[in-house]
């Protein structure tokens, strides 16, 4: 599937036109799927136009088409990682000015989406290989961890690269980095792990060799991880809290906004729950640094939630080991002093099954 590879600019000018109901002045005359722009057409509404080419090839085809000429990402020359580009909206920043957690989450995810669909995976939001969907078999996510060590403003434009490897035999992992495409400095790193679940079941399932072939095509030939480091905090074991927790926020709901194309909540909703117990004077005087989720059970739309606070001892302060080569970036090294950890739960409330547990590291804020 190939992807636009023209500047921004030429991008917004025809998303501008299209939202004016007319095509740019400089779009050259072509045919595509069977339809002839020129000069002629200039005049006729582009719904009208649009509205014949459905009739003729269907909508999902045209629809499909248009976010391909529009989006801002293709595959890298070798085929084996997806880089795309996205500017970051008013409704995406919070109360720091700067985009939040769950924006870079959704945007993490997104890239991922298009990325297998840019190998010709399944469009459905699932990512599934050939075999995946004739045997139902999904991904589902094991454990997400996101480093952030410079968050992006309003109108920035962020580049975000993703790849994906195995990971055993019951799972693959997908890795992202995260740059200012304006001066090209790493601004984050993220992992994840995911495992395969058969849909109907609900049980998780090994991967077969008939999928490991499917995808690992499309991998790269030698591991690369967006941490290389050893021991780094994407591989450390979250302690389960224990009641009493210091902090809680009780009977969490999960919205109808909140489910996902599985019918079931979407991944960043944790992100939100897991913040929601978090004490305020923490939210007033330091900004998230690094999160870590380990998923460990579905949370479905009529399940209510309970979310767990409580601050991580540690014996020694904490610190992040200088990173090196095109992943590292400075950012990390500084501002290492004050940098506070806590434990998290997410529980099904009344009884107490365990839905996720995660870490976060949070840093001082520094002034705007």
Same mark, same amino acid.
Request: proline share 3%; charged share 25%.
């Given at each position: 599937?190939?992807? %636009?590879k023209?500047?921004?600019?030429a991008?917004a000018d025809?998303?501008?036109a299209?939202v ?5 002045a ?13 000069a002629?057409? $200039? ?6 136009? !649009?509205? $014949?080419v ?11 088409? *248009?976010?391909d $000429?529009?989006?801002?990402? +293709? *595959?890298?020359?070798?085929? %084996? ?18 985009a939040?957690v ?14 297998a669909? +840019?190998?010709?995976? +399944? ?9 995946m969907?004739k ?8 454990r997400?961890?996101?480093?952030i ?6 109108s ?14 019951i #799972?693959?992992r997908?890795?992202?980095?995260l ?38 095509v ?16 994407? /591989?450390?074991?979250?302690?389960? !809290?224990?009641?009493?927790?210091q902090?809680s926020? %009780?009977?969490l ?6 489910l ?19 004490p305020?004077?923490v939210?007033?005087t330091?900004e ?16 209510i939630?309970?979310s /767990?606070?409580g601050q ?15 992943? #590292?970036s ?10 506070r950890?806590?434990?998290? /739960?997410?529980? !099904? ?20």
């Open positions: 599937m190939s992807m %636009l023209a500047p921004c600019n991008a025809h998303l501008q299209l004016q109901c007319r095509p740019p400089t779009f050259p005359r072509r045919r595509i799927f069977g339809v002839s722009f020129s002629a057409h $200039r005049r006729a509404p582009v719904v009208s136009v !649009l509205d $014949r459905a009739a003729a090839d269907g909508a999902a085809a045209v629809a499909g088409s *248009l976010a $000429r529009l989006r801002l990402g +293709s *595959l890298t020359e070798d085929g %084996l990682s997806y880089k795309e580009r996205f500017i970051v909206r008013c409704y995406e920043v919070g109360i720091n000015k700067t939040t769950e924006t870079i989450a959704n945007l993490l995810q997104e890239v991922g989406c298009n990325h669909q +840019s190998v010709g995976f +399944s469009t459905d939001g699932f990512a599934t290989t050939t075999t969907r045997l139902h078999l999904i991904w589902v996510t094991a997400m961890h996101i480093e060590y410079k968050y992006p403003a309003w920035d434009v962020i580049e975000i690269e993703t790849w994906c490897q195995g990971e055993g035999r #799972g693959t997908r890795d992202w980095i740059k200012d495409y304006a001066t090209g400095q790493v601004i984050g790193r993220a992992t994840s792990k995911w495992v395969m679940m058969n849909q109907d079941t609900r049980r998780l399932q090994k991967v077969s060799d008939d999928v490991r072939d499917e995808y690992l499309f991998c790269p030939r030698e591991l690369r991880l967006a941490f290389p480091e050893e021991n780094n905090g994407s /591989l450390r074991k979250i302690s389960k !809290l224990e009641d009493p927790a902090h926020r %009780l009977g709901v999960p919205r109808r906004a909140d996902d194309m599985n019918q079931h909540v979407n991944n960043v909703t944790y992100i939100g729950w897991v913040l929601e117990s978090m305020q004077e939210i007033d330091h998230l640094q690094t999160i870590t989720l380990d998923y460990r059970r579905e949370c479905q739309h009529d399940d939630v309970d /767990l606070t991580e001892v540690t014996e020694d302060a904490k610190t992040i080991p200088e990173l090196q080569g095109t992943n #590292g400075t950012m990390a090294t500084k501002g290492q002093q004050d940098c950890q806590f434990l998290h /739960l997410l529980r !099904l409330s009344g009884e107490g099954l365990e839905i996720n547990r995660g870490r976060t590291e949070w840093r001082k804020k520094t002034a705007r």
